[in-house]
Structures are given as C-alpha cells and as structure tokens.
C-alpha cells in the first residue's frame, strides 16, 4: 500500500517554507526523499533511518517519527530551483520492497 | 561513467501486442525496481528483484512479467494482459542493504499503446 503525502500540491513565493508530510500504514525501518522534475528521473535527496537523527542540510531537512510511521520534508526559504514532485519512499525491516507515496507537486513563483 | 539505462526513450505499439523495455544498470547494485508513474499516482511498483533469478511481485504486477538472467539486467515485458499500459515507466537501481542506501533511476520510458 502506498505511503499518503500530503499536501498534494504546494504553490510558493520564493523565500517561503513548505512542509510535505508522508504516511505510512506499516512499520517503517527507512525513509527516502526524492524530487523530480518533469519528464525527469527522480533525484535522491536525503534517507531517514530508524533509531537515525534529523537529517538534512542548509535549507532543506527531514524528520522520521518512528512510532507514528511518519516523515516530514522541510523547504525554508524556496528558490525557483526547488519546484518539480516530491516523493518520500518507505522500506520496511529486512525487505528491499521500495514503495513511493503519492507524490507532492512543488511551484515555486518569483 | 556507471549508471542505469533505460532503453528506448519513447515506444510506440499496437493494441494487444507484448513489448518489452530495456533496463541495464553497471553499479553493480543487486536490487532492482520497475514503476510505473501515471498523473497523480506517483511511482507504483511492478516488479523487483534483490537477486539474480529472484523478483517479486510488487502492487500492480498483473499483466506484466520480468526477469532477472544477470545481475545488470532487468526487462520488463508489458503483455497484452495489461489493460491500460501507457505510462511512463522507471527503472531503479540500489545496494541490497535493507534501505540503508540511496535508489538510483533511469531517465524513463514513454510507453504509448494505440
């Protein structure tokens, strides 16, 4: 089953934040963030493990709540460049099952 | 340069034909993943497989199939069976470790059935 994102879609200013939240109904072991551009290959950004830390660098990060099978992605301060899809992707203990969310249309705006 | 190809970029076929769409990878990654990505779905999985001779069925398996000969290789073969196959499909790529490691993907192909 898919893990839900929400929201579905973001439309920013540059130099606003985003928070793109990702759910999963199933015990999660890890967290993959990615973003794609259109007609583009996903690109990775960042993995979140379980038992890991807050990871992230300058003004994009994430966090895993573990007990809620949760992952939150944070955008402060948005360039143009940061606009395309993002998808988190759930891995499970002991299993290479890569499952993608329903994904989250980023636009940012001058 | 290491990384996956997808080939072709864009593939044209008939109503109730099989095609089949290339997938190599030279990381020397044991698992491997197809999706397929429709407007609003985001990626859904078909098929992986974490090694060679071995795949799995992944959500939306039916009407397709696959096979894993090599370690670097993973086609995808969409059968008359699938109802509704054009997408835009992805290949991946990862180390085996239990998604300790990042997926690395292809630059997709365009699948149109007419």
């Known amino acids: 089953q898919q893990p839900v994102q929400s929201p579905q879609a973001v439309i920013l200013r540059e130099g606003e934040d985003a928070v793109i939240n990702c759910s999963s109904s199933k015990a999660l072991y890890s967290v993959h963030w990615y973003r794609q551009k259109h007609g583009e290959a996903p690109v990775f950004l960042m993995i979140l493990l379980k038992g890991g830390e807050q990871k992230g660098h300058e003004k994009i990060s994430a966090s895993f709540n573990e007990k809620k099978q949760q992952s939150s992605l944070y955008l402060t301060a948005s360039q143009l460049s940061y606009s395309g899809t993002y998808f988190c992707g759930t891995l499970g203990a002991g299993t290479d099952k890569l499952i993608f969310g329903t994904g989250t249309r980023l636009q940012v705006f001058p | 340069d290491g990384g996956i190809t997808q080939s072709p970029k864009y593939l044209f076929r008939k109503e109730g034909q099989n095609v089949t769409l290339s997938c190599e990878q030279n990381l020397n990654h044991d698992a491997m993943y197809w999706y397929r990505q429709d407007p609003g779905q985001g990626l859904r999985l078909i098929y992986y497989?974490?090694?060679?001779?071995?795949?799995q069925k992944g959500d939306i398996a039916e009407g397709y199939s696959v096979s894993r000969e090599k370690k670097e290789s993973f086609p995808l073969t969409v059968t008359s069976a699938q109802k509704n196959p054009t997408a835009f499909y992805l290949c991946?790529?990862?180390?085996?470790?239990?998604?300790?490691?990042?997926?690395?993907f292809g630059q997709g192909t365009r699948l149109t059935v007419v």
């Open positions: 991946a790529s990862k180390w085996g470790q239990f998604g300790e490691t990042e997926a690395f």
């Open positions: 497989s974490q090694i060679v001779n071995d795949f």
